[in-house]
């Protein structure tokens, strides 16, 4: 009987987990035996008169190494989108013939924010394509629509394609050599010559390798969107995050309305920098005062405290707020938004024993207000203090206190308090929002300590006993 999946000659099969190579399709990689993970990837093509030979002969002419002095670095000019924060991040702008992947999940604004960037660079002379193999032309208009009367004029003018075969897309880009391109996304795109659907991970690294040859040789500069998967990795496990220049990441949660979008890898800037959008009715808008909203936001009841965040390289203020409640669970429920749950866990366990603060049976919720993700151990001070303040339903800082406090700073496993990385920055965007009472390993080196420092002076005896 002969194979069904017998492997054309020209097809590889490739692992997304271990990178192990098949030459015909398992449901197990023999490698890593991980299931369900080889994907059809085109065959390397073998180069001519190579033959194969692997010995100590030289397969080719000598390439000629050449001192950096002498190498010629001219700076392109950057295509500004006029989108501050993404222009920041991009680290000036688009470079013409990179390859920009924005991740993020469904919902989160990736098709406005490159429809935006589109929009603006077209209104201010480039030619753009907008390729979209997700939504037809009539829902990309209505899109524009909302735009072109809003954050980004310009928007009705930018050249759509609805179109999901990737040697259509690779001629249009050939045929139309626009300055920039928006690929929306990736995981729609397919070559037709590829066995695997699209979206696959051997397909998505075959249109990327696509789409940047012809990037490079017309010079366009190309974002490409991409889907997040469930754990948060771009989809494709990371296989395009190499080949791309420019990795930005959107997140937030699609019912709150900001957004924070996030440089992992930059080749042209600097990475771990972040941009605060706000979802609006007429799209994106950046926000460049974060840090005063959330204080002034903040509720300043008990189980709220502020945390004086690093958002890369830009300190930001956020809201922490804490919610404990008698539960009937068992056992009891720990619901997080924004910080990340084993972190809870770990917060909980050590207000309990070293600290005097146990939530034992009760449920206990936590939620960075605005929708802003903080996953760095600097937040851990800061939910500790939330959940003492909502389990003893005291104010953090006293009932009459006018400011909220402040707080940051890593918990150790023995009820330590650990200095975080630029306290310096930290505490000063907490003073120049005039949050004068700070908590931080500085002031307090251990939990207990904080503790007593944040609710000492608050008057909730009664509470305080039960
Ligand atoms: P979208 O950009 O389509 O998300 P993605 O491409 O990442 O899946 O938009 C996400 C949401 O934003 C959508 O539910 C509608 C909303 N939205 C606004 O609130 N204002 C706007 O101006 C636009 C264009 C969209
Ligand atoms: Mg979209």
Known sequence: MVSVSMARPTSIFVCSDCGHAAAKWHGQCPACEAWNTLAEERAPTPRAGGGGGRGLRAAGPAGRPMPLREVSADRAPRLATGIGELDRLLGGGLVPGSLVLLGGSPGIGKSTLTTMALGLLQGAGRSTLYVSGEESPAQIRLRAERLEGGAAPGALDVPVLAETDLDTVVATIAAERPDVCVIDSVQTLGA????????????????????????????????????VTKEGSLAGPRVLEHLVDCVLQFEGEKERTYRTLRALKNRFGSTNDVGVF?????????????????????????????????????????????LVSPSELVPPRR?????????????????????????????????????????????????????????????????????????????????????????????EEARKFGLTQLVTPETAPTLREAVRLAFGSARSPARRAA
């Open 335 to 427: 619901v997080v938004s924004g910080i990340d749950r084993n972190r809870l866990a770990l917060v909980l366990a050590v207000l309990s024993r070293h600290a005097g603060v146990s939530v034992g049976s009760a449920d206990v919720f936590v939620n960075v207000v605005g929708g802003v993700r903080v996953d760095e151990p600097g937040a851990d001070l800061a939910v500790a203090l939330a959940v003492a303040g909502a389990a003893r339903g005291v104010v953090a800082g006293g009932e009459d206190a006018r400011v909220p406090v402040a707080a940051f700073g890593e918990i150790g496993l023995t009820g330590e308090l650990r200095s975080v990385a630029h306290h310096d920055r930290r505490s």
């Open 192 to 227: 037709s010559d590829l066995t695997g659907a699209a979206g696959t991970v051997g397909q998505v690294r075959e249109v990327a390798t696509r789409i940047m040859d012809i990037a490079k040789r017309n010079g366009t500069a190309v974002l490409l969107v991409g889907h």
């Open 278 to 322: 706000e979802m609006r009715d007429s799209g994106l808008v950046e926000v460049l005062d974060a840090s005063a909203r959330f204080v002034a936001e903040a509720t300043r009841a008990p189980g709220s405290v502020v945390l004086a965040a690093m958002e890369g390289s830009r300190p930001l203020l956020v809201e922490v707020q804490a």
